[in-house]
């Protein structure tokens, strides 16, 4: 009867791993579907979530007078031209509250870019909204204006937000 024991013991502890590898592969399963989504709805999002802005061709580049509007000041300007199809040419702007004493706080620096059909905008834009922070994407905000695209950086200040409503509204 001893041996009977055993052996019964032993078919039970075979069961055990192949109802534990049931659980697993419906684990694996659920963990593929979720890597899945976390990969595919952020850049459904945006292609479908990015609505461009109207493309006008304006005389002159809007962001200085913004600026002003906004209470700040325009420290340094250089020309930039950025390697996408489609841009003309633009100016990297060092904006600040106090151009005397900038700090990360009180300073960003704004580029803004002309681009010479809405296509080549938008599509520059939806290049950016396509990378991953870290896998080639800077860190920071990225918006349109007529047909400039502007990148400021670093994001999300309250300098950057100022100036934005300034040019909505000189829109």
């Not at 005389?59 to 930039?80: E, F, K, M, R, Y």
């Not at 489609?86 to 509250?97: F, H, N």
């Not at 860190?139 to 040019?167: C, D, H």
Request: with cysteine.
């Amino acid at each position: 009867m001893s041996s009977k024991g055993s052996t019964s013991g032993k078919q039970t502890g075979k069961k055990a791993p192949a109802a534990g590898k049931k659980e697993s592969g419906h684990g694996s399963a659920l963990a593929i579907v979720i890597v899945l989504m976390i990969l595919f709805i952020p850049v459904g999002l945006c292609f479908v979530s990015v609505t461009p802005e109207p493309y006008r061709v304006v005389p002159t580049n809007a962001l200085p007078a913004a600026v002003q509007a906004a209470g700040a000041s325009i420290c340094s300007t250089t020309d930039t031209h950025w390697n996408v199809t489609g841009a003309t040419g633009g100016k990297t702007y060092v904006i600040s509250y106090n151009c005397a004493a900038q700090t990360s706080d009180n300073t960003i620096t704004a580029m803004i870019q002309a681009f010479d059909s809405t296509q080549s905008r938008d599509a520059a834009v939806q290049a950016y909204n396509t990378m991953m922070v870290g896998r080639g994407k800077p860190l920071g905000n990225l918006f349109e204006y007529n047909q400039y695209v502007i990148y400021v950086t670093p994001p999300n200040t309250a300098l950057m937000r100022s100036i934005q409503a300034q040019l909505k509204a000189m829109m």
